[in-house]
């Protein structure tokens, strides 16, 4: 079996790989947090550990999923606010887990609701022995709106806040993100020039998963009703992707350390969102569908993927991905590559000449005896619809054509 | 020749219908299909890995708990195993678990992974008779704990049954490459000689520390009737000159076939996969009583095979046979070509220093000798595995285990 170091180093410390458990459910407890431990995970960012004045109050049933055609948990959405157990229990987890486990990195998530809060948790955390602390500034679904991404969406209140909590410890810190917002530059900024050392993101996106059609109620429904709260798993991936691109793309964060988290359930996910920026990755959805096994393939896949590309340090794939992804008014809009079909693969479904019928530019010719799709060139616009809907990979990139007027060597053209 | 008996019946997963596949399997809780592996390959592991897209370390897992990987998807009654007692039946129909694992392994042939690695070396070395699956297996292990390891056999082809095991189902590229995985490990093949009549046991014991025999069942079983008949053929000699000479093999148009086993069905397809017009089957055992795969049986049917239940040959004149019902007031008469026997296989350790009792070397515990240097292995063991590809690759393991242990304990020098 492979075996190679997948050792990082993110805000000075040194995880073992990069593979957390994010704050949530999944790292509620010291007994759920060793077991990870002991599966492999290199770090728990523990349940958000709330003030002892802020009383949690959960409701039940407090989840729901998208499902499209025979796949469940296209997306999660949940409920949950922040740690349900006392305070002093999370601290009493928090100690003995970094004292059975010393090598493997223990990261408190706090969540203040105003500066002497915040500060003393960061306090108490630290003196519990976290290695590092995470702020949660981002949760959508707080019953109060001092907490949560009502103060993630607010730059002067984020830099505050942590302002608040290096006075209270000098452990690294990251602040968690909402993407709740147009833009997380301001806000990153804002939580840097407060004290922060890197960030976090994403956190769940505000959703509506499912309407119950006959009681006309969101899902899931607490004594005939049901609210607005945040969606994760595998369908936010790309919208943390690009929160995280946004950021490292804005020159006064390209440097900045980030924390990677939304929909990562396989090695490959996990390799995308280093190669946007990240140095560790962060998991719940995935966790809690699959349990903490999932981490063998994340680990193992990683060090083949790396192995491919013969790299030696995680590190130097950080942020490779970075410099390709420019804005859209850069990009070579000189050429069209059209579709070719692999005749020997298609299978005659139809299923390309009814999206680009109905979806494209009606350039599929379908010779209806043999049932066999071609190009009509005049037409055809190059978008490669018809490539996605495929179900058997028969439609690659094809010929290239330049646009009439523009200069270039169409060899030259990276596809 | 029709190419039909050199391409594998059963079409294999493609990249989309192998992640199809991995998606029905439930993930299960102490999955039952791992615990029911002979050989302690974790299938629940490999599946999931293929489910997370991690096709490499899927290949890990197969590889290097099973040398013989690749062979084994292909040849393993999984119905009877892993498929068993899959808890994804209580939905519609298990995984198809067989299938996911040769797509692992040819996924690990066409990109060229290197898994197996040989262990520290210690100075000792093991020699084995018989390079069937158990042997094989243990020389696999063997080489992982240290040891330096020769096979030797009697046949010029190394593989041992698996050489019989018709192209269509197993194809010899498979055998090939496993055994080449073995070579390059270091594992040396001595073939073409028959340990106990061209090289005496006790010249292999004083090359080696220890000597393990997993000479098989080697030999097609006579009828008595049937002896002397020129027109006679043993099924596993048909089998083997078949698959050597890949279906380029003079047949006659009418052949009688004699047994209801997986080698009457091996017999059975392979002759009509090559175009022999008239196949006819007559077996001991009734439908109800079959000892062949469900899906071997009903394979053959599918081909035009013509077989006959619960009758016995009683009179062999020349090519015909008259055969008895065995309760009912009932003959038929049949007159063929050529006759095949696949009526059992028999074991043969003449000059091998060990006593067989039904077939199997039994001293009490399983693959020791009354020679503290001598081993068995594979199906003349006397163990809890079946007689069957993975049962040998399993007694292979327990094997190495065993010898590496009296080696260490000095039981064995
Ligand atoms: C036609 C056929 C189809 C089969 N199909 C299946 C199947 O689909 N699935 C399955 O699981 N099992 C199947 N089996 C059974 C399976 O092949 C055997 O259980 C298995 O091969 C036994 O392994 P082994 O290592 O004990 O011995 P073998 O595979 O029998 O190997 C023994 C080796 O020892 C050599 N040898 C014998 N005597 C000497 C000597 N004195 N000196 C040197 N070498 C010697 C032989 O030449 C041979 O190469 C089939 C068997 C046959 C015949
Ligand atoms: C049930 C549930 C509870 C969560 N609780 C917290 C929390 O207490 N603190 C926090 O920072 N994030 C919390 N999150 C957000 C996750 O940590 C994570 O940012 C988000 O789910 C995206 O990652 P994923 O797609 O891997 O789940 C929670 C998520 C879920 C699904
Ligand atoms: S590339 Fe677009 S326009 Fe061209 S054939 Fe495909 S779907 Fe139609
Ligand atoms: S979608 Fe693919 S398989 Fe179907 S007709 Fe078009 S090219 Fe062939
Ligand atoms: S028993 Fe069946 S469903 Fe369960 S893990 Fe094994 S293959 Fe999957």
Redesign the pocket.
């Known amino acids: 079996m492979i075996n190679k170091d997948l050792s990082i180093t993110f805000l000075g410390v040194k995880f073992p790989n990069p593979f957390c458990l994010?704050?949530?459910?999944v790292g509620n407890c010291y007994d759920m947090c060793k077991k990870a431990y002991q599966v492999g995970w290199g770090g728990v960012?523990f349940?958000?550990i709330g003030p002892k004045s802020y009383f949690i109050d959960e409701v039940s049933p407090?989840?729901d999923k998208l499902n499209k055609e025979n796949t469940p948990f296209v997306g999660?959405k949940?409920m949950?606010?922040?740690?349900e157990h006392t305070l002093e229990e999370n601290l009493r987890d928090l100690r003995k887990l970094k004292e059975e486990f010393p090598n493997q990195v223990l990261i408190a998530?706090i969540?203040g609701n105003d500066e002497q809060t915040w500060e003393d948790l960061a306090r108490m955390v630290t003196e519990a022995g976290a290695d590092m602390i995470?702020m949660?500034l981002?949760?959508p679904q707080m019953t109060s709106h001092a907490m949560g991404s009502d103060v993630g969406t607010n730059p002067e209140l984020c830099k505050k806040y942590c302002q608040a909590v290096k006075r209270g410890s000098s452990l690294p810190m990251m602040a968690?993100m909402t993407p709740n917002i147009t833009d997380m530059v301001p806000v990153a900024l804002a939580c840097l020039e407060g004290g922060a050392d890197g960030i976090a993101a994403?956190?769940?996106i505000k959703s509506i998963c499912n309407i119950d059609l006959d009681k006309k109620i969101g899902l899931p429904i607490v004594d005939g009703k049901s609210s607005i709260s945040?969606y994760?798993?595998?369908a936010?991936?790309p919208v943390?992707l690009r929160f995280i691109q946004q950021m490292r793309q804005d020159k006064r964060l390209k440097d900045v350390q980030i924390s990677g988290?939304?929909?990562?359930e396989t090695w490959e996910d996990a390799a995308e969102f280093i190669l946007v920026g990240s140095r560790t990755l962060?998991?719940?959805?995935?966790i809690?569908q699959y349990g903490y096994r999932i981490v063998e393939d994340l680990k193992n896949g990683l060090m083949h993927y790396m192995e491919e590309q013969h790299v030696e340090h995680l590190e130097e794939l950080v942020g490779l991905a970075n410099k390709n992804i420019i804005p859209a008014e850069n990009l070579n809009r000189d050429y069209i590559v059209r579709p070719e079909f692999d005749l020997d693969a298609c299978v005659h479904c139809g299923r390309c000449y009814i999206s680009c019928y109905d979806g494209g530019h009606q350039a599929i010719v379908w010779d209806e005896v043999n049932r066999t799709p071609s190009v009509n060139k005049d037409k055809c616009v190059g978008c490669l619809l018809c490539g996605h809907v495929c179900p058997v990979s028969a439609i690659s990139k094809g010929e290239i054509t330049i646009k009439p007027g523009r200069k270039q060597d169409p060899k030259k053209i990276r596809l | 020749m029709d190419k039909k008996y050199l391409e594998e019946i059963e079409p294999g997963f493609s990249p989309l219908t192998i992640v199809e596949e991995a998606s029905r399997c439930l993930l299960c809780l102490d999955a039952p299909c791992s615990k029911a592996c002979p050989a302690g390959t974790n299938p629940d592991r490999f599946i999931r890995s293929v489910r997370f897209r991690n096709f490499k370390g899927a290949a890990e897992i197969v590889r290097e708990n099973n040398a013989l990987g690749a062979i084994c998807a292909r040849v393993c009654p999984t119905e009877k195993y892993c498929q068993k007692g899959c808890s994804r039946s209580g939905i519609d129909r298990p995984i198809d678990i067989g299938r996911i694992q040769r797509y692992i392994t040819d996924f690990e042939e066409n990109t060229k992974m290197k898994i197996l690695a040989s262990g520290k070396r210690n100075g000792k070395s093991v020699g084995i008779v018989g390079s069937g699956p158990a042997g094989l297996e243990a020389a696999y292990m063997l080489n992982k704990l240290g040891y330096d390891v020769t096979i030797y056999d009697k046949e010029k082809v190394a593989g041992g049954m698996l050489n019989f095991i018709p192209e269509y189902r197993l194809p010899n590229r498979v055998v090939v490459n496993e055994i080449k995985r073995l070579k390059d490990l270091g594992i040396k093949f001595e073939l073409g000689v028959s340990v106990g009549v061209d090289l005496p046991l006790n010249e292999l014991k004083s090359r080696h520390n220890a000597v393990i025999l997993g000479v098989g069942y080697s030999y097609g079983k006579m009828l008595p009737a049937f002896e002397g008949n020129r027109n006679v053929i043993l099924a596993v000699d048909l089998l083997k000159k078949i698959k050597a000479r890949k279906g380029n093999v003079k047949l006659p148009e009418n052949i009688l076939v004699i047994g209801g086993g997986d080698v009457a069905m091996d017999v059975n397809t392979s002759l009509k996969l090559l175009d022999v017009n008239h196949v006819t089957d007559v077996v001991y055992e009734k439908f109800s009583e079959f000892k062949a795969s469900k899906k071997e049986l009903e394979g053959a049917q599918a081909l035009g095979v013509t077989i006959i239940d619960g009758y016995v040959p009683e009179k062999v004149k020349g090519k015909t046979v008259t055969f008895k019902h065995r309760e009912i007031d009932a003959t038929i008469k049949v007159k063929a070509d050529k006759i095949i026997l696949a009526v059992g296989q028999r074991p043969d350790v003449t000059g091998l220093g060990v006593e067989l009792v039904k077939g199997e070397v039994n001293e009490g515990t399983p693959y020791v000798t009354k020679d503290p240097k001598v081993f068995v292995a594979g199906d003349i063991a006397n163990s809890k595995y079946d007689k069957t590809v993975v049962g040998s690759v399993r007694t292979g393991k327990e094997v190495a285990l065993k010898v590496d242990e009296a080696i260490r304990s000095g039981r064995a020098k």
């Open positions: 994010s704050s949530s459910p960012v349940k958000t407090r989840f999660f949940n949950e606010q922040i740690a998530s969540m995470e949660n981002s949760c968690k994403i956190n769940t945040g994760s798993g595998k936010v991936k943390a988290i939304g929909g990562i962060q998991v719940t959805t995935a809690m």
